[in-house]
């Protein structure tokens, strides 16, 4: 077949094995992981992770992981599965998600981390591993120097990187000095069309918020503080996972039970705000307020829409 004048290649079509799989994405705590399980079950399909932090094993409550009963419900890849003291990052999150979708089994892909997703859609340029010299030197650097520095090494990458993201904004800093070209100009291979197979799951604010405050007084009571307590040898990544930073401030007698539980709340809030706005620039999934429909109308809703998918590929 010959294709039109100007046809630009789908994400599919850059990426055959992904004709049998559909995203599930959207800000923490919406209930992805139980939509996700819940469909996969009822068409026999697999649920691979999307999340950077419950791909490690251990820290099980802190990261929310979903429960044995959603788990039992079909087979899951990418949860509890690598080392806390293992550093990660999207690339070997990419190679790892590829290595199960190109079985070519049907697969829903479900997760919060919009980098991660990007990766397997989109791919990455390779780019130069942390130089641990240099790492250490940008880890005593204050954000707003690195955002700075970035303005100075790459304009265009620091209009579009989220300010907040101090790991993303140290990344990028160092990929300049390494590679001497800006950090954007090596994304070149995102500049293809926005993946379209999937759902990007939202709720009300109000109800978010509620949600999120919620799981966070339900952490605590499950045992978060001595899950914490306990946890040994973590590497960079498994650092940065919400949460710890606060619940060992609490440990070591700097804040209160109730105060920790706020800022964990908090910082949980601002977390969800930074994924919505990521997914609803980066992709063209179809959005999904939960708020207004029941769990068994959302089912039905993304398992046609999967069938679809899937009967295309």
Not at 118 to 126: D, E, P, Q
Not at 230 to 253: C, F, N, Q, S
Not at 262 to 267: E, L, P, Y
């Amino acid at each position: 077949m010959v294709k039109a004048q100007g046809h630009k290649p789908d994400v599919s079509e850059k990426r055959p094995y992904l004709k049998h799989c559909f995203f599930i994405v959207g800000p923490t705590a919406t209930g992805k992981s139980e939509l996700a399980a819940a469909v996969a079950q009822r068409l026999g399909a697999e649920v691979v992770s999307a999340d950077a932090f419950q791909i490690y094993r251990g820290l099980d409550v802190l990261t929310a992981k979903p429960d044995q009963a959603t788990l039992a419900k079909a087979p899951h890849h990418l949860v509890g599965t690598v080392s806390l003291s293992e550093e990660m990052n999207a690339e070997k999150y990419r190679a790892m998600a590829e290595k199960i979708i190109a079985r070519g089994k049907a697969v829903i892909v479900v997760g919060g981390t919009g980098l991660y997703v990007k990766a397997l859609t989109h791919g990455l340029a390779t780019l130069p591993g942390a130089n641990s010299k240099l790492r250490e030197r940008l880890e005593r650097t204050t954000s707003e120097e690195l955002f700075r520095s970035l303005c100075t090494l790459d304009p265009d990458g620091a209009e579009k990187i989220d300010r907040q993201n101090r790991r993303r904004l140290i990344r990028a800093v160092e990929v300049c000095l390494l590679t001497g070209k800006p950090f954007s100009s090596q994304r070149i291979e995102w500049n293809q069309p926005l993946p379209e197979d999937g759902v990007l799951v939202t709720r009300e604010r109000s109800e978010l918020y509620a949600r999120i405050n919620q799981r966070v007084e339900e952490m605590f009571a499950a045992g978060v503080v001595e899950e914490v307590r306990a946890v040994k040898d973590l590497g960079p990544t498994a650092e940065k996972t919400l949460g710890l930073r606060e619940i060992r401030a609490l440990l070591a007698g700097e804040i209160s039970q109730a105060e920790c539980i706020a800022k964990i709340q908090q910082a949980t809030r601002r977390y969800a705000k930074r994924q919505l706005t990521w997914f609803q620039r980066q992709t063209n999934f179809t959005p999904l307020n939960l708020s207004a429909h029941r769990t068994s109308e959302a089912i039905e809703f993304i398992s046609q829409s999967v069938s679809r998918v899937f009967a295309r590929g």
